[in-house]
T-cell receptor, first 114, second 111 residues
Framework: DADVTQTPRNRITKTGKRIMLECSQTKGHDRMYWYRQDPGLGLRLIYYSFDVKDINKGEISDGYSVSRQAQAKFSLSLESAIPNQTALYFC?????????????FGPGTRLLVL | DQQVKQNSPSLSVQEGRISILNCDYTNSMFDYFLWYKKYPAEGPTFLISISSIKDKNEDGRFTVFLNKSAKHLSLHIVPSQPGDSAVYFCAVYNQGGKLIFGQGTELSVKP
């Protein structure tokens, strides 16, 4: 079984709809992250959480919100989806957050906003 | 402003030859650098890293070189294999402890 799972894997929605992307991990890591990937821009950090009570904005948090329901679960919500939120979304986890941490990524959710 | 740049969106190499992927960064205070590899329909996976106290780190067919004065790092794959065909991202840790990714280079290794 995969250590970091994301649901759904693909989603098509309409402008103005609220949607939630979910991430679960079995690695026992405290730290979780949400990124989006756009062509020509690499991966950009949306939100991150260092533990259940900690939520921090990343580079591009506008239009997004998150919820850390448990150590193993970190959800990303688009309150009112817009077409420029069409992207590939990745969840990641890490153990310590130190300088030598490795981040482990889920398989991604491909989102299309019409 | 892009702090980590991979200026080649794509690279095509013959099987058995060397692949060289390049990455430039802007901040001389960055001190830890990583390469991630991504196959279609999968998330990125960690490949190799290097600390700024070194100028080279090797792991099998993969070697990362760091030139601090030029603020440049490169990933060498020797010999290249068709299974190496993927998108490669370089990434650095900023002072806030967060990863900053380059745009990615799509490597195609042809048999």
């Amino acid at each position: 079984d995969a250590d970091v799972t994301q649901t759904p894997r693909n989603r098509i929605t309409k402008t103005g709809k609220r949607i939630m992307l979910e991430c679960s991990q079995t690695k026992g890591h405290d730290r979780m992250y949400w990124y989006r990937q756009d062509p020509g821009l690499g991966l950009r950090l949306i939100y991150y959480s260092f533990d259940v009570k900690d939520i921090n904005k990343g580079e591009i948090s506008d239009g997004y919100s998150v919820s850390r329901q448990a150590q193993a679960k970190f959800s990303l919500s688009l309150e009112s989806a817009i077409p420029n939120q069409t992207a590939l979304y990745f969840c990641a986890t890490s153990e310590t957050g130190g300088a030598k941490e490795t981040q482990y990524f889920g398989p991604g959710t491909r989102l299309l906003v019409l | 402003d892009q702090q980590v740049k991979q200026n080649s969106p794509s690279l095509s190499v013959q099987e058995g030859r060397i692949s060289i992927l390049n990455c430039d960064y802007t901040n001389s205070m960055f001190d830890y650098f990583l390469w991630y590899k991504k196959y279609p329909a999968e998330g990125p996976t960690f490949l190799i890293s290097i600390s700024s106290i070194k100028d080279k780190n090797e792991d099998g067919r993969f070697t990362v070189f760091l030139n601090k004065s030029a603020k440049h790092l490169s990933l060498h794959i020797v010999p290249s294999q068709p299974g190496d065909s993927a998108v490669y991202f370089c990434a650095v840790y900023n002072q806030g402890g967060k990863l900053i990714f380059g745009q990615g280079t799509e490597l195609s290794v042809k048999p």
